[in-house]
């Protein structure tokens, strides 16, 4: 069975903490619903 492992790391380069800072709009802590239609719509429609 393989192992999965994620290290998280602000020199990273990307990754899913870069993605969630993006999608965190208001800087709460929190993606709501809105932010990540937002986030969404804007990644998938190639904007930035």
Known sequence: ????SFQSSS???G???SA???ADANGDG???INEFRNFLGQNL???G
């Open 15 to 17: 990754g899913a903490d």
């Open 11 to 13: 020199s990273s380069g």
């Open 45 to 47: 429609s190639g904007g």
């Open 20 to 22: 969630f800072q993006q």
């Open 30 to 32: 929190r993606v709501d």
């Open 1 to 4: 069975m393989a192992g999965y």
